[in-house]
Nanobody, 125 residues
Framework: EVQLVQSGGGLVQVGGSLRLACTGSGFAFGDYVIGWFRQAPGKQREAVGCFSSSDGDTKYGESMKGRFTISGDNAKNTVYLQMDNVNFGDTAVYYC??????????????????WGKGSQVTVFA
């Protein structure tokens, strides 16, 4: 069974940077897709982006490209979310997730089967 372990998160000042990591194990097909999603209070969960290990490609959610960078280290089965120039709107719980079959062309929450526990990111002035 796939397991996803998140690290990182916490408090970050407006304009600062933060990096989250998600390490996966138990992938049945060798290749994997790991996505990052976030959910702010009172809002729906939204996609930040999804990384595919087979080709190193990342698909970003709407308006996410620019301040967010997703990258992967296949040797460690780890995908990183680098957040730069954060603002108050980035305060949310950030989750990593993976589908059973390593294909996630639309990178949507309902396409994921396994989820990390979530990491709180809080932006302060």
């Amino acid at each position: 069974e796939v397991q996803l372990v998140q690290s990182g998160g916490g408090l970050v000042q407006v304009g600062g940077s933060l990096r989250l990591a998600c390490t996966g194990s138990g992938f049945a097909f060798g290749d994997y897709v790991i996505g990052w999603f976030r959910q702010a209070p009172g809002k729906q969960r939204e996609a930040v982006g999804c990384f595919s290990s087979s080709d190193g490609d990342t698909k970003y959610g709407e308006s996410m490209k620019g301040r967010f960078t997703i990258s992967g280290d296949n040797a460690k089965n780890t995908v990183y979310l680098q957040m730069d120039n954060v603002n108050f709107g980035d305060t949310a719980v950030y989750y990593c997730a993976a589908p059973t079959v390593p294909v996630a062309p639309l990178c949507r929450p309902n396409g994921m089967d396994y989820w990390g526990k979530g990491s709180q990111v809080t932006v302060f002035a």
